[in-house]
């Protein structure tokens, strides 16, 4: 499960009794986003036997954004996302989490601790268990034997699993086992499990791959009401619905490991150079 600071709390990364943090894991409240950005790659190469995945990529995202990444596969867009989780060493280039976090000296699990959270295309939700518990089993408590024999819910998380649900268009589920649930409504469920660690930033891979037209409409809605609340990228094929959720904002085209184009759905899907290595005529 991610794991993301409380408004107060000092990140050192790594867990007790590890050694003393290298240089680069800063000692800090929370994420410094005092410039605006929240996540900021510059000249990021990561190459595989000879093949480059990202060559020199750039990329900025505003704090409340949402961005919507596209590309052909191939494009690097996976990549640049295992980047930024950790799950990949770039070869070069820098990638900080707000003003202070270096990515790139950090484990998956520091990273995630920090506030990233990260959804995978096919959903991993706990099957056996309903849909509340599985957000139960989500929400920030301390994890350890002793507090998790004797924990019980307050009114408070109570309130914050209901407007979880509601939010999710899970609320009615709640007592149903997961692995009951149609395909967009697991994947409802485990952007509700991110959202139950409040991370500050969202990454979503085709959050609407094998929707139904109706859950990818209502996947739609929910991302527009998360807009400002959360900094969001998503990596999505599905034009329409970029189109329905990117509403003005930045869209980012990746081709062979670095940017392409950028600007709004309407300029990227005007650009020769878009039509003729992705969108086509």
Avoid at 123 to 144: I, S
Avoid at 148 to 167: A, N
Avoid at 225 to 245: N, Q, W, Y
């Amino acid at each position: 499960m991610n794991i993301v600071l409380q408004p107060g709390q000092h990140y050192e990364g790594g867990e007790p009794g590890d050694s003393p943090s290298p240089p680069g894991r800063v000692k800090q409240e929370g994420v410094d986003t005092t410039h605006g950005a929240i996540l900021y790659l510059e000249d990021i190469t990561v190459s595989f036997d000879g093949f480059k995945a990202l060559n020199k990529l750039n990329l900025d995202i505003s704090v409340g954004e949402l961005r919507c990444i596209i590309g052909p596969n191939g494009a690097g867009k996976t990549t640049m996302m295992d980047v930024i989780t950790g799950k990949t060493r770039p070869g070069s280039g820098t990638a900080w989490f707000g003003q202070t976090i270096d990515l790139t000296r950090m484990t998956e699990y520091d990273i995630a601790h920090a506030g990233i959270g990260r959804k995978f295309q096919r959903p991993t939700v706990f099957e056996q268990h309903t849909v509340f518990e599985n957000l139960e089993l989500a929400m920030k408590t301390n994890k350890r034997v002793r507090p998790t024999l004797f924990f019980r819910l307050s009114s408070e998380q109570k309130g914050k699993i209901d407007e979880i649900l509601k939010l999710i268009r899970l609320r009615g589920e709640e007592t149903r086992l997961a692995g009951l649930l149609s395909h967009g409504q697991k994947q409802w469920l485990e952007i509700g499990m991110l959202l139950m660690q409040e991370p500050q930033l969202l990454l979503l891979d085709e959050p609407v791959a094998g929707m139904s037209d109706a859950e990818t409409a209502r996947t739609a809605e929910l991302l527009n009401e998360l807009r400002g609340k959360h900094s969001i990228v998503v990596v999505e094929h599905d034009m329409a619905f970029v189109t329905e959720i990117a509403q003005g904002d930045k869209v980012t085209v990746l081709h062979e490991g670095s940017v392409l184009a950028e600007g709004s759905m309407q300029q990227v899907q005007a650009d020769e150079r878009v039509i003729e290595v992705y969108l086509g005529r």
